[in-house]
């Protein structure tokens, strides 16, 4: 069980650049698929981006490729994603997401909400026009 709190989101202006974090307790989440989403109003949770320990990779959602950034402190047990570029479109609330269970197959992404079992409250990211 692992518990998870995004911090570094506020308000910007197109085209700046923000980092968000996300803190891990209560276990360690060395060897566990982390992953971050976000929501905007009216729509479902998109995928942002994910680290799979067990490959070394990385992989990213369609709309922010070449822009945003995930990497991981995994001795202080956080999480960061690094925005740049952004755009009024990428305003949403911004959840960091750990998952417990074992992998399913070396070469998957977790792309999907149901893949991952814990989540963070989550932090609002603005970007003005």
């Known amino acids: 069980q692992v518990q998870l709190v995004e911090s570094g989101g506020g308000l910007v202006q197109a085209g700046d650049s923000l980092s968000l974090s996300c803190a891990a307790s209560g276990s360690t989440f060395s060897r566990k698929p982390m992953g971050w989403f976000r929501q905007a109003p009216g729509k479902g949770r998109e995928f942002v981006a994910a680290?799979?320990?067990?490959?070394?990779?990385?992989y990213y959602g369609d709309s922010v490729k070449g822009r945003f950034a995930i990497s991981r402190d995994s001795a202080e047990n956080t999480v960061y994603l690094q925005m740049n570029s952004l755009k009024p479109e990428d305003t949403a609330v911004y959840y960091c997401?750990?998952?417990?269970?074992?992998?399913?197959?070396?070469?998957?992404?977790?792309?999907?909400?149901?893949?991952?079992?814990?989540w963070g409250q989550g932090t609002q990211v603005t970007v003005s026009s």
């Open positions: 680290f799979i320990w067990k490959s070394c990779s990385t």
């Open positions: 997401a750990a998952r417990q269970r074992p992998y399913y197959s070396s070469d998957y992404y977790y792309t999907r909400t149901d893949d991952y079992d814990d």
